[in-house]
Nanobody, 126 residues
Framework: QVQLVESGGGLVQAGGSLRLSCATS????????MGWFRQAPGKEREFVAAINWSGSSTLYADSVKGRFTISKDNAKNTVYLQMNSLKPEDAAIYYC???????????????????WGQGTQVIVSS
């Protein structure tokens, strides 16, 4: 059974940092692309960042480029999202997702991902 469990969310002041983790079980992420998405209250879920199967290529939403960094540790079967210079508009529930297909590039499209975590909430105070 594939499971993704996010952690690391919380309350942070604007300008601060958080590191989100997504621990995955039931499959190996070493050969799989992964992504982070977020959903703010009253808004649709949106793409944040993605990493290809090897970890050599990443994609970011324009709104987070230069502030967020996605990475993965294959040995720990975990993907991370380092978030710096947080803004109030970054507040949302953050979800990680995995593409079940192997050897895939990073992808911004939600429909490319097969399994999702339950999310971790990020609150940014101004």
């Amino acid at each position: 059974q594939v499971q993704l469990v996010e952690s690391g969310g919380g309350l942070v002041q604007a300008g601060g940092s958080l590191r989100l983790s997504c621990a995955t079980s039931g499959l190996s992420i070493g050969s799989r692309a992964m992504g982070w998405f977020r959903q703010a209250p009253g808004k649709e879920r949106e793409f944040v960042a993605a990493i290809n199967w090897s970890g050599s290529s990443t994609l970011y939403a324009d709104s987070v480029k230069g502030r967020f960094t996605i990475s993965k540790d294959n040995a720990k079967n975990t993907v991370y999202l380092q978030m710096n210079s947080l803004k109030p508009e970054d507040a949302a529930i953050y979800y990680c997702a995995v593409d079940l297909a192997m050897w895939q590039p990073a992808d911004t499209r939600m429909e490319e991902y097969d399994y999702w975590g339950q999310g971790t909430q990020v609150i940014v105070s101004s």
